[in-house]
């Protein structure tokens, strides 16, 4: 799911005593175009050359890097809807600017102005929204490691269980689904709205260690090694955490679809073919094949 800045674009409702749509501006190079549609308007199909077209909206980035997590994300959605044109018809994918905040964007998918995001697993979701129960990132998202400062590698070196664990802090993002499990657990917690701030506020002796995916780290410890930030090396945190595409619970004709794109993705290897070409996943397949790093398990209660 994407964490970073975009432009805010403005919803104006126009209510009448039968009818309430709602018209969103989308603003052209020519001029300014008002698209009108009801709220709920799920994968949108358009008659343009007498072929039914799905139209999906992501909140993400269309030109990323590789090392970019939505990139990997927004390829295998791709990668689903192109399976399934023979079945289900042509797709367009339409890409609007990010939400830097995680309950804004839930709330559009409600509206039904986003159709697709992806996050892990959250129990107790209060949006009307639903997973599709296939993991994108297979067991790579269930361990986490920490990065630290790096003077104090050897600090860590002790921690045995989850009883020494607690005696740190750990940093995270206020509005991430991890941030509930690490709580159930007893984990004393640090909380920021801002991704980019935790690791301020590990150098600045906040906290103790930043818990990441083993799937994203990668490319943070060779971001921030020159500011003093290292990885731990001797532990895994592993809990149940699989990363799913999430649409609107009424939007089933779209998660039927991705649903079987993804499984005949699996089925003839195109999954797995976009996975390992991915150098932030082969690197954290290798990092947990290496089997060298105690496993701190935590508990997900309901999972």
């Not at 995680?102 to 998918?109: A, E, F, G, P």
């Not at 206020?174 to 499990?181: A, I, K, L, N, T």
Request: proline letters at 3%; charged letters at 30%; glycine letters at 4%.
């Amino acid at each position: 799911m994407c964490h970073h800045t975009g432009k805010n674009y403005v919803d104006m409702a126009i209510m009448s005593q039968n009818l309430s749509v709602v018209i969103k501006p989308i603003i052209l190079t020519i001029g300014l175009t008002l698209t009108i549609f009801t709220p709920h308007s799920f994968a949108r199909e358009k008659e343009s050359t007498g072929k039914s077209v799905t139209k999906v909206v992501i909140a993400c980035e269309e030109n990323l890097k590789q090392d970019h997590d939505d990139y990997y994300y927004s390829n295998l959605l791709r990668l689903a809807l192109s399976k399934t044109v023979p079945t289900h018809g042509e797709y367009q994918l339409e890409f609007i600017p990010v939400m830097p905040i995680t309950n804004r964007l839930l709330r559009d998918i409600e509206r039904g102005e986003v159709d697709v995001t992806w996050m892990p697993y959250a129990k107790d979701l209060k949006y009307n929204l639903t997973p599709i129960k296939i993991r994108l990132l297979k067991e790579l998202s269930d361990y986490r490691v920490f990065l630290i400062r790096a003077q104090d590698k050897e600090k860590f070196s002790t921690i045995k269980n989850i009883e020494d664990l607690r005696k740190l802090k750990g940093g995270i993002g206020s509005h991430w689904p991890d941030r509930q499990v690490m709580e159930e657990n007893g984990l004393p917690l640090v909380l920021s709205l801002s991704y980019f701030n935790l690791f301020k506020m590990l150098k600045s002796n906040r906290f103790d260690y930043f818990s990441r995916g083993i799937y994203q780290v990668r490319t943070e410890v060779d971001t921030y090694a020159d500011q003093g930030i290292a990885l731990e090396k001797y532990l895994f945190l592993r809990y149940e955490n699989p990363v799913y595409f999430y649409l609107h619970k009424d939007n089933q004709k779209l998660a039927d679809r991705i649903e079987t794109g993804l499984k005949l993705a699996i089925e003839d290897g195109s999954f797995n073919k976009l996975f390992n070409s991915i150098e932030n996943l082969r690197w954290g397949e290798k990092l947990l094949d290496e089997k060298k790093r105690r496993v701190i398990q935590l508990n997900t209660f309901d999972k």
